[in-house]
Each structure stands twice: as C-alpha cells, then as structure tokens.
C-alpha cells in the first residue's frame, strides 16, 4: 500500500502525493484555453482537506463530474504545482482519484493555498502542467 501523507506536510513540488481527503467544497467548472496549443479544457476548483489541513485541488474535464462536495476520496500520484503564488494539488496525467466510505474530517483552519509562495518557473514557459487530463 502507498504511504499517505498529511495535507500540512505538503510543499510546492511535492510528487507522489498519496492522500486521504474530504471534499469541503466543489467550485463551479469553467473554460480555461492553454497557452501551449489553445485547447481549450475544463476546470474546477475543489477544496479537500484532511486532520491536518487543507489547499485547492484542481479538477480537470472529466474528473469534475466524479468529485461530489461532502464526500471522501483517496488520491493516488497527485502532485503539487504553483498558481499564481498558491499552492495546488493535481492529479496530472498519472493520478488517480478513487472514493472512499471512510469518514474523514478535514481542518478548515490551515488552508495551504491561502499562504502566498513564489513559483521557480516562468508561466510563459512551463509546460500543461496537467491541463488536459
């Protein structure tokens, strides 16, 4: 089995992300176009968090409509990038969400995302990042 880790003990960079979370709160999906090839995706932003703490995850196209607000998922090989100085969990192309019956309870009060952190890459010339899922 995978070594879960906290949601606190998260960093930019973070790879290998295996994590028990609760949904706190699913945001509306939008349209975004990549500057890459202008595909254009959808996204949403989701809330989850665990005892430890909490950040924004971002749902990409199909995987919105398998996230539900108030449920418990397991993630496996997500990862953490910057957006615009915030952290973000991601599943990219190789993660995987799965749901789960156990009961976790997240902590609303140490939200990852809120803290201000600067990027070591360039926006204009990171790649996809996981758009496209």
Known sequence: MEELMKIADLGPGSRNVNAKVHVIEKGEPREVVSRRDGSTYQLAEVLVGDPSGCI?????????????EGANYKIINGYVNVFKNS?????????????????????????LSVKEVKSRFNPRTYGSGGYGR
């Open 56 to 68: 924004l995850m971002s749902a990409w196209n199909e995987d919105i409509n398998l996230i539900e």
């Open 87 to 111: 952290m973000r969990l991601t599943l990219g192309r190789k993660g995987q969400l799965e749901r789960i019956d156990e009961e976790i309870q997240a902590n609303k009060e140490v939200n």
